[in-house]
């Protein structure tokens, strides 16, 4: 993908598509206790372009240890610069675990996070014997097999908008535990499983807490129909335990077809899936 140089006025909305190893950090949201984030991390290589302060808007905040591949945030530039100058400029300041995959122009009502209409996770099982020293931190180590017949069986139950409290963590702040997914699909490739999650928006842990009970469904230990008793008896307490989050990454986030935003490679990069 190229990317223009072309400069875009001063008082241009912005994109951004960033990547980020989440192993390091204390989660994507600046923090007030000066624990190392993302967002700080990427806000002050964006004010090193702009030679100005810049704030960023994201599209979901990722908690400690989580990864992406396709973060958007979106911001008001306060100067002309082009694309190329957001992505090759901002990339130059940035620590080697995050990245600036594409910079564009769009309209000023586009706002990350509440333009968006539905955001898109992988979870990665490594199912390998012996857990890998190339990947720690980046997959969640399975040391049984995963059936992904029943963990696809099990999952039937979750699609369309419900009550998810007992895939919510307890320290929520949502005004409502209902959420709506859209779809539910689970591949192998080789020694990796995949669990891929679109839905219009997720509760905290929402995800890995379905990782969770999921899993134990893939390992034989609870049947497929665990989930749903899970989902139609709102207790967290009786679900399984939140997976870890090595093996979680936001891919994709949607957006209505009118803003126009480049493609987005869902991966992580070693799936080689898309």
Not at 82 to 90: D, R
Not at 143 to 160: E, H, P, Y
Not at 243 to 257: F, I, S, T
């Given at each position: 993908?190229?990317?223009?140089?072309?400069?875009?006025p001063a008082g241009q909305r912005i994109a951004l598509s960033?990547?980020?190893?989440?192993?390091?950090?204390?989660?994507?949201?600046?923090?007030?206790?000066?624990?190392?984030?993302?967002?700080?991390?990427?806000?002050?290589?964006?004010?090193?372009?702009?030679?100005?302060?810049?704030?960023?808007?994201?599209?979901?905040?990722?908690?400690?240890?989580?990864?992406?591949?396709?973060?958007?945030?979106?911001?008001?530039?306060?100067?002309?610069?082009?694309?190329?100058?957001?992505?090759?400029?901002?990339?130059?300041?940035?620590?080697?675990?995050?990245?600036?995959?594409?910079?564009?122009?769009?309209?000023?009502?586009?706002?990350?996070?509440?333009?968006?209409?539905?955001?898109?996770?992988?979870?990665?099982?490594?199912?390998?014997?012996?857990?890998?020293?190339?990947?720690?931190?980046?997959?969640?180590?399975?040391?049984?097999?995963?059936?992904?017949?029943?963990?696809?069986?099990?999952?039937?139950?979750?699609?369309?908008?419900?009550?998810?409290?007992?895939?919510?963590?307890?320290?929520?702040?949502?005004?409502?535990?209902?959420?709506?997914?859209?779809?539910?699909?689970?591949?192998?490739?080789?020694?990796?499983?995949?669990?891929e999650i679109t839905a219009n928006a997720f509760l905290h842990?929402?995800?890995?807490?379905?990782?969770?009970?999921?899993?134990?469904?893939?390992?034989?230990?609870?049947?497929?129909?665990?989930?749903?008793?899970?989902?139609?008896?709102?207790?967290?307490?009786?679900?399984?335990?939140?997976?870890?989050?090595?093996?979680?990454?936001?891919?994709?986030?949607?957006?209505?077809?009118?803003?126009?935003?480049?493609?987005?490679?869902?991966?992580?990069?070693?799936?080689?899936?898309?």
């Open positions: 993908m190229s990317i223009s140089d072309q400069a875009l960033v990547e980020y190893d989440g192993s390091e950090f204390h989660g994507w949201q600046r923090q007030a206790s000066g624990q190392i984030s993302v967002q700080e991390c990427l806000e002050n290589a964006l004010s090193s372009v702009a030679n100005t302060e810049i704030r960023v808007a994201c599209a979901g905040r990722t908690d400690a240890g989580v990864h992406a591949t396709n973060q958007i945030v979106s911001f008001e530039s306060p100067v002309a610069r082009s694309p190329k100058a957001w992505v090759m400029g901002g990339n130059a300041s940035l620590p080697p675990q995050v990245r600036v995959n594409w910079a564009c122009g769009v309209s000023a009502d586009f706002h990350a996070r509440f333009s968006a209409v539905s955001r898109t996770y992988r979870y990665v099982w490594n199912t390998q014997a012996i857990r890998s020293t190339t990947l720690y931190r980046k997959v969640t180590w399975s040391r049984n097999d995963l059936d992904i017949d029943a963990m696809q069986q099990s999952v039937a139950c979750l699609i369309g908008e419900h009550d998810f409290s007992a895939f919510r963590a307890a320290s929520c702040q949502s005004n409502s535990p209902c959420r709506r997914i859209d779809e539910i699909s689970f591949l192998r490739q080789g020694s990796f499983v995949v669990m842990h929402m995800v890995r807490n379905l990782a969770g009970s999921i899993g134990m469904v893939g390992r034989h230990l609870k049947p497929p129909a665990w989930i749903a008793e899970l989902l139609e008896g709102c207790n967290r307490s009786v679900a399984a335990d939140t997976a870890p989050p090595d093996g979680l990454y936001l891919v994709g986030v949607g957006y209505p077809p009118a803003y126009n935003l480049p493609n987005q490679v869902k991966g992580p990069i070693f799936l080689c899936l898309d």
